[in-house]
């Protein structure tokens, strides 16, 4: 049996491009004791794959030259060697870019196909649903009458904690890229306002859509963005740092906040975030959000584009804003 996989070739310098890529064909390895194979079904696209690929210093190594382009995804089991596992268990891990996995069982965790579609693990019930709802309710720590900011909007991240920060009884405005990503989160999410950071004065808008001040903003973007709402932050304000993916390709150093005083005058609090942090936590998360699902308080939206050989090109939906919702691809196209 044939794996076609992609490989780390070369470090990207600013935006990743087809050289940083091999797209290869090797053979499937047999499983050893204590080790399943893995067919996958859906790739999870990440913002942090980009930091990834940076031979630099961060919460986690960076993936090697020659290697599996490291990715999370979900997939069944085709051959099983470790206890606990079988043949067609739906399962969620670390497994790459690729279309088989043969890897030691430890750290693969089950999932339920029938409770929700497998692509979902990848979204609201996976990895950036964790981060939203940690993020906002441990860091941002919303109270009811509050109003919260979140940047990215209508993506993975950020479109779930506008819901959460909604759902705690607060006003929610986000930022986004675009009329329609501003409508969906207005319209189909429920949010109060939106602000189109690609064509309104964003500090303008900010004054107007939240005349009360802003006293959680969550960063899913960092730059301009960022100094633009600390302007407008209140007395103990709390800024939760989850992203800059406005920064994630520069060429240039990282532009930090210039107007990071506002936090002195305001008492105010910037925490980062890693989501791995809770990863005891999880299913608590996810049996909240879940029902959240069922109650139709909580909207999961994926973006589900198809083939791995796209891969590259797919990845970079990401930087140009062309995802709604959490991005990611499905292997094969039947
Ligand atoms: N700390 C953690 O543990 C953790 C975990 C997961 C994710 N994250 C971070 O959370 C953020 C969101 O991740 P996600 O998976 O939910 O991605 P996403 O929001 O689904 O997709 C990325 C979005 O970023 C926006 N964007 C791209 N370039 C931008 C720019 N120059 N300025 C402003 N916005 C820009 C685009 O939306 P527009 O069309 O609106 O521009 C794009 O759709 C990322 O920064 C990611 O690194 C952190």
């Known amino acids: 049996m044939k794996n076609k996989q992609y490989l780390l070739a070369k470090r990207p310098i600013g935006t990743p491009t087809a050289d940083n890529w091999d797209f290869v064909e090797t053979d499937v390895k047999e499983p050893q004791d204590g080790e399943i194979l893995v067919k996958i079904e859906y790739i999870s696209l990440d913002p942090a794959m980009r930091g990834w690929m940076n031979d630099a210093k961060s919460y986690i190594e960076p993936v090697q030259i020659g290697e599996v382009m490291r990715a999370g995804t979900v997939g069944y089991v085709v051959k099983s060697k470790a206890e606990g596992f079988a043949e067609g268990d739906a399962v969620y891990g670390h ?29 609201v019930l996976g990895m950036p649903g964790m981060t939203a709802y940690f993020g906002i309710l441990d860091t941002g720590q919303p109270k ?16 779930v904690v506008g819901q959460i920060a909604k759902i705690k009884g607060c006003r929610v405005v986000g930022i986004a890229g675009g009329k329609d990503k501003c409508d969906f989160v207005v319209n189909e999410l429920g949010f109060d306002a939106a602000i189109d950071y690609k064509s309104q004065n964003v500090k303008k808008a900010l004054r107007e859509t939240c005349p009360n001040g802003v006293d959680v903003y969550f960063d899913n973007v960092g730059g301009d963005i960022l100094d633009d709402v600390l302007t407008q932050i209140n007395f103990k304000a709390r800024i939760v740092i989850c992203g800059a993916i406005s ?88």
């Open 144 to 159: 009811e009458g509050e109003t919260v900011v979140v940047s990215g909007a209508a993506g993975a991240v950020g479109s």
């Open 247 to 334: 920064q994630y390709n520069n060429t240039t150093p990282v532009k930090g906040p210039s107007n990071y005083l506002s936090l002195l005058v305001n008492r105010a609090r910037m925490e980062g975030i890693v989501v791995f942090d809770n990863a005891k936590n999880y299913g608590i998360a996810a049996k909240e959000m879940a029902g959240w699902i069922a109650q139709g308080k909580l909207q999961a939206k994926e973006h589900v584009e198809v083939g791995i050989e796209r891969f590259p090109e797919v990845l970079l939906m990401l930087f140009n804003g062309e995802n709604f919702g959490k991005l990611v691809l499905k292997v094969d196209g039947e």
């Open 95 to 123: 497994f790459g870019v690729q279309q088989y996995a043969t890897v030691s069982a430890k750290g693969v965790h089950k999932v339920d196909p029938s409770l929700a579609p497998l692509e979902r693990y990848l979204g």
